[in-house]
């Protein structure tokens, strides 16, 4: 029978900070590293698939403060970094899924390229669609082949930032102040997905740590 899974016990700051000081960004680097390893092993070696089932669950479950504390500072293309980012995807489609919905549509329709049906969702999506697709992928990531989830997880964050930018266009006549929330959203799922694909080309080289 598998290990039960175990919430980590929450102390409080101070002594959070006697275990990896804030001034000691190495020792901060190792635990992420570590940590991220650790659980991605966990997952893919559990051949009943709780343990992935679990993970997927758990930001939406349990939030993403936990997580925040040990990856949200790590390298943009490393194990934790990639993790960390593929979190915020799955958080962003629950607590706004009207808007990521809405981007994401316009995106697949203005995009010209094949970033849609390598995300793979269907077309058009709704929010409950596109949050199923984000938990295929992060299953992908702990059960399945890793490049290919990065890969999937990238092509998504490019139609979302087409989307954003399009809308964007939209408002900057008459509400320039929401054109510029748009495009600072959209060179953010751009960067994410420009650090994604690398990371997927780290992990078949073997080099993403």
Known sequence: MPEQFHRPVRRPTAAFDNLVAQADPAEQARV???TAS???????????GESAERMIAFAAEQGID????LWANAPARSLPGALWRLYLLQVSIRDD???TALLYERGRVELRSADAVIAGAPAPASPEELAALVDTILRGVFRGDFAVALER???YCRVQAAGAVHLAGDYENTEPGRAGELTRRALRLSTYAD????????WRRGTLT
Do not use: Y
């Open 195 to 202: 650090d994604l694909s690398a990371s997927a080309v780290a």
């Open 66 to 69: 936990d997580i925040a504390e």
């Open 153 to 155: 997880a990238a092509s």
């Open 97 to 99: 899924a009207g808007m």
């Open 38 to 48: 650790a659980l991605l092993e966990r997952a893919r070696t559990d051949i009943t």
């Open 32 to 34: 992420a590293h570590a």
